[in-house]
């Protein structure tokens, strides 16, 4: 059977399993709708969490990311990892307790101020929109692929299904159905990576691959061999090099860190269990589930990167026969050619392909005396890595074909759960909690579909205007939330002095600070031509780059949050007894409103 | 709203004395051997892999994980030693 036909069948199977569950399991009352009634058992919730949490970005973007910053994107690994132990200690056990349906409402009722609430809603969207772009992309670079279609008609298909599929669900729906979607992408991301480490390495755990000895008789271990491929073509050796130093990878983990505990539709997953002991075990479980794919999201990359250069640097570097023959492209060359992620052009005109650093003197003195005249593989995509890497592996169709339903399923999972925060936000929050007190139970819920409707249009809109490669974007929305919400959230608990003053001012400061350091480095709303000072290294603060930087906006919430804090009244003694409830477990309930 | 029986301030203590423990271990093996004392392991190999190179993209997950469940079993055991566990 050829590739195109078995991908329909493969792909066309599990959309028919989740259409098919999100039916079964869809909501009839808003408890179900938001908090899938609080039922949820936490092994099969730090499942959900896992395929919500496991974003395109994750699965698409962050082994491709990987294999061209080496070492340098560790960041990612312990960054999105490490955020869970935040989560479990410090706020999904109380906000469990605290027992309502979305984060702003807890900002809401314990800075007794619809002012808190409309500041977290609005805090909320803007990090929740940044991340859907990056979802909306990933579904692009899927379809395209998995159709043959352009990127935009790829990325059309895709929020016209999303839409289809997020309004139907409900939290009930999506929690179900993001189950399957876990055992579709763990599998379409280990078996390949299974497949690939038996290859190079023969032994089949990943994990233990990556720091095994090679089988091609060299008795070099992979990484030994990986630094000596990249180098010799002039790139940074893998297993040292950063992405823009220590300090910013330092920051740029702390926020992913902060910025994974501070995102609604993570923190909303803990409030679907029974009990407070549950919202405990239930994020350990999570992270079981996603340190499955990110211990081995390394090994990916780095067996990709070895891969792709084993391909196309087929001799000796600088002989004439070293180099492929771009006549003699393989078949996977030719299918990402068409989507335009990987672009070609034969700069010295002898018919081969050159790929190496033409950034680095050095190397561009040798290529020169070997009559080549730049690097020729003028775009790879690193979205692609994971997608092609088992066609550049060869291996059979079927697995190339559960790799698109990896993808598409780790893409649309985690954009339901991020649009039924924003919807949440708006229909809950906004409407019922401010604007709309008297609304009925059905408006409300019509109100939520309505904002879903309204939030995938701008999404497309911004996934058709990329700032960056998927996880860039990511990272931006993970900035925007640990600068955000996650201060609040944990002075909230941890600190019974503050008040809404406080609250307020720390959060407006320490998003403004954020975005506008993101802006003025990538342009007012990521508008190229706005920026005013370029992005790039001189420029940077300390040389901490724009997606990093939200560790710096948290730690100006909470000096503005503590300061404002101690210069205005304290709260009323309702809201420190209320403080006082949430820290301890005993009696609580079922999540109501 | 019930209040905390009794123990309340001794609960909390405790309750932060184990937050306490769990986030310096947490800080070592990511920010401490991952990043900062990165290159100075790397001399150190495990199998093939460099040692810092390990806990930044192996070795720190793991232990991730093993916190989050230390620290459930941990605070289970404070909840009941202070008579606010559920049910």
Redesign the interface.
């Known amino acids: 059977m050829d590739l195109k036909t078995m991908t329909y069948i493969v792909v066309g199977a599990t959309f028919a399993l989740y259409l098919g569950i999100a039916f079964w399991a869809r909501a009839g009352s808003t408890g179900e709708f938001y908090v899938a009634g609080g039922g949820v058992h936490p092994i099969a919730n730090g499942m959900a969490t896992g395929a919500d949490w496991m974003s395109a970005a994750s699965f698409i973007s962050m082994a491709g990311l ?1 294999a061209y910053n080496g ?1 340098g994107a ?1 960041l990612f ?2 960054g999105w ?2 955020g ?3 989560l ?3 706020l999904a ?1 109380y906000l469990r307790k605290f027992g309502k349906f979305t984060v702003p409402e807890f900002i809401g009722d314990r800075f007794y101020s619809n002012g808190a609430r409309i500041v977290a809603v609005i805090c909320l969207i803007l990090a929740s929109i940044t991340y859907v772009i990056g979802q909306m992309k990933g579904v692009g670079v899927a379809f395209s692929r998995f159709l043959e279609v352009e990127y935009d008609t790829g990325l059309y298909i895709g929020m016209a299904l999303v839409f289809f599929y997020a309004t139907l669900g409900g939290m009930k729906g999506i929690t179900y159905t993001q189950i399957a979607q876990y055992v579709v992408l763990i599998f379409a991301y280990t078996i390949p990576a299974i497949f690939i480490s038996m290859n190079l390495t023969g032994n089949p755990l990943p ?2 691959g ?4 090679m089988s091609d008789g060299s008795g070099m ?4 061999k990986l630094n000596l491929v990249v180098t010799e073509l002039g790139f940074k050796e893998y ?2 090099q950063t992405m823009a130093g ?1 300090l910013d ?2 920051v740029y ?2 926020s992913l860190m902060i910025g994974t505990a501070g995102l609604p539709h993570v923190i909303v997953r803990f409030f679907t269990v029974p ?3 549950d919202a ?2 239930s ?2 479980w999570a ?2 589930f996603i ?1 499955i794919l ?2 081995t999201a ?1 090994a990916v990359g780095a067996m990709a990167r070895l891969n792709l250069h084993a391909t196309i640097q087929t001799g000796e570097i600088g002989s004439p026969e070293g180099n492929l023959s771009y006549e003699a492209r393989p078949q996977w060359f030719k299918n990402w050619e068409k989507t335009g992620l990987l672009q070609f052009e034969d700069k010295n005109g002898d018919g081969r392909i050159q790929y190496y650093n033409d950034k680095n003197p050095e190397m561009v003195k040798k290529a020169e005396s070997f009559g080549w005249k730049g690097n020729e593989m003028v775009k790879v995509d690193r979205d692609i890595i994971v997608l092609a890497n088992p066609e550049i592996a060869k291996l059979p169709n079927w697995v190339i074909a559960l790799v698109a339903a990896g993808g598409l399923a780790a893409a649309l999972s985690t954009a339901a759960g991020l649009l039924l925060a924003i919807s949440s936000a708006i229909s809950h929050d906004l409407l019922k909690g401010v604007f709309m007190k008297g609304i009925s139970e059905k408006a409300e819920l019509r109100a939520g579909r309505i904002s879903m409707a309204g939030a995938i249009v701008v999404a497309g809109y911004l996934g058709l205007n990329p700032p960056g490669f998927a996880a860039g974007t990511v990272a931006i929305a993970f900035g925007l939330a640990g600068a955000s919400i996650f201060p609040a959230l944990m002075l909230g608990i941890f600190y019974k002095r503050m008040n809404k003053e406080g609250a307020i001012a720390g959060m407006v400061a320490g998003i403004s600070v954020t975005m506008l350091y993101v802006f003025q480095h990538k342009g007012i709303l990521f508008i190229k031509g706005t920026e005013f000072l370029g992005d790039m290294g001189p420029n940077w603060f300390l040389g901490i780059q724009p997606n990093a930087f939200g560790a710096i906006g948290a730690l100006v919430n909470f000096a503005v949050a503590i300061m404002v804090a101690k210069m205005t009244t304290e709260p009323p003694q ?1 809201i420190q ?2 403080v ?2 949430i ?6 309930g079922g999540a109501t409103h | ?4 029986q009794g123990s ?1 301030d001794a ?2 203590r405790a ?1 932060l004395g184990l ?1 306490t423990t ?2 310096i271990i ?1 800080f070592v093996v ?2 401490g051997f ?3 004392l ?2 100075m392991l ?1 001399s150190i190999m ?5 040692l810092g ?2 806990f ?3 070795g ?3 232990i ?2 093993a ?3 230390f ?2 079993a941990r ?2 055991q404070i ?1 009941r030693d202070h008579d ?4």
Do not use: C, N
Not at chain 2, 46 to 50: E, T
Not at chain 2, 84 to 87: A, P, Q, S
């Open positions: 990987i070492y560790s690994l312990m990892t490490g869970y132990v935040l479990a200690m410090l056990p994990q233990l990556l720091g095994s000895t271990t992979l990484l030994a297993t040292t220590r990878m330092f983990t702390m009990k407070v002991k405990r075990s994020a350990g992270l079981v340190a990110y211990t390394p309702h007894d209320l006082e409830s820290r301890t477990p005993r009696g609580a | 709203m019930e209040k905390p309340g609960y909390w309750t937050l769990v986030l947490w990511s920010f991952g990043i900062i990165q290159p790397d495990l199998g093939g892999y460099p190179f390990w930044a993209q192996q720190s997950i793991y991730f994980v916190l989050i469940f620290y459930a605070m289970g909840d606010v566990h559920e049910d």
